[in-house]
């Protein structure tokens, strides 16, 4: 990261936040982020007070945003999206303008900036996908196999990393289960069944950092990783911060949600390389000939499994007690549990 220069969409979210962090105490030229949220920005630019920090207030729905901010970047972290399934799928012509057309944006604007290496975050939600978000980020992922495939000279590589949830992070299931125990209220699972998989937001950086040192064009990665289930979590959480067996209240599978999550899907596993922690899935690079898609098969895809959060290794109790331990928030807040 010496004498680089990074662009990160949506780096004032909590991606954005550790990202810049981390490149700040590296001995980077300068870090740009676009967002469209002024008051967050403000708070960047206290909060980090470097002058190599350039906050740039944009949308990547509106192209001279992102050209302004990729102009002079040596590497673009594309994690601008809207994230929130319920609001996808009340507006889908939202999700199709930032998540799909946005991120074309990105791309296209990197390719003509020379930028090195694109990369761009999704989801498992985009594994066959249920509602909007997924739909909406499986769109930008084949936007970027289509880029790398269509421009087989451009000097920018784009590639994709796909996360599962992310402990932790703003608006997600356990801050909500602390805040109800802080409360006294039960806590509310939805499905006791449905398993996530689970991953700080440290490995998400590290998984973007692994995708840009190592990406040919078109590259998918994936963090391999441990999952639960939504009632392990909700007890593992109750009892790190010393509330013992806690009071469960079942709602039910919300809208637009699945029982399990999958981060490669068969055919993907069936070409993915390993690569110790994470999984690397090449380019499916036919050109546009439509004999090579309709005359070809794929024999190999038969023999495997999705890799999902049911079949990925199942932590109990005691195991997601340990993996909670180790993210900083909540480490923090058990730590003032008397023992
Ligand atoms: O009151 C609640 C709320 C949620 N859940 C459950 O907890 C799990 C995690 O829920 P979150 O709301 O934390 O996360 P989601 O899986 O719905 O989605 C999140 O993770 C995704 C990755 O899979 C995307 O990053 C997405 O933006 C982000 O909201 C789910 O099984 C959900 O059903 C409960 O049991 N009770």
Redesign the pocket.
Same mark, same amino acid.
């Given at each position: 990261m010496e004498d680089v220069t990074v662009t990160i969409t949506g780096g004032t979210g909590s991606f954005g936040c550790t990202m810049v962090e981390r490149l700040l105490t590296q001995n980077v030229r300068a870090v740009h982020v676009l967002s469209r949220d002024e008051t967050k920005q403000d708070a960047m630019r206290r909060r980090f007070a470097d002058p190599r920090l350039k906050l740039f207030l944009g949308d990547v729905r509106d192209l001279t945003s992102v050209q302004d901010a990729v102009a002079g970047a040596d590497y673009v972290f594309h994690a601008a999206?809207l994230?929130?399934?319920p609001s996808c799928e009340f507006f889908p012509h939202q999700a199709v303008q930032t998540n799909i057309i946005g991120s074309s944006n990105v791309i296209h604007a990197s390719a003509a900036a020379d930028v090195r290496s694109v990369v761009c975050l999704s989801?498992?939600?985009a594994v066959y996908p249920v509602n909007v978000?997924g739909m909406s980020k499986a769109l930008m992922e084949k936007v970027a196999q289509a880029f790398a495939r269509n421009y087989p000279r451009s000097s920018t590589v784009v590639s994709m990393t796909r996360?599962?949830?992310?402990m932790y992070?703003r608006?997600?299931?356990?801050p909500?289960?602390v805040d109800?125990l802080r409360r006294g209220e039960p806590?509310?699972?939805?499905?006791?069944r449905? +398993? $996530?998989?689970l991953m700080s937001l440290q490995e998400s950086v590290e998984l973007v950092e692994h995708a840009f040192l190592h990406a040919e064009p078109g590259d998918l990665f994936v963090r391999k990783g441990p999952a639960c289930t939504?009632?392990t979590?909700?007890r593992a959480v109750a009892k790190l911060l010393g509330y013992g067996e806690p009071e469960i209240r079942v709602?039910g +599978? $919300?809208h637009g949600?699945k029982l399990h999550?999958t981060l490669l899907r068969r055919e993907e596993m069936a070409t993915s390389i390993d690569e110790g922690h994470y999984y690397r899935v090449p380019l499916d690079a036919r050109s546009l000939e439509y004999e090579l898609y309709f005359d070809r098969g794929e024999h190999r895809s038969v023999e495997v499994c999705d890799y999902s959060s049911d079949t990925t290794e199942q932590l109990d109790l005691d195991q997601t007690l340990d993996l909670l331990r180790t993210i900083p928030e909540i480490a923090s807040q058990a730590s003032q549990v008397p023992s």
């Open positions: 999206a994230k929130q399934v989801t498992d939600k978000m996360y599962g949830n992310v992070s608006g997600s299931v356990i909500l289960f109800q806590l509310t699972v939805t499905e006791p449905m +398993t $996530r998989f939504v009632e979590l909700a709602l +599978t $919300r949600e999550e």
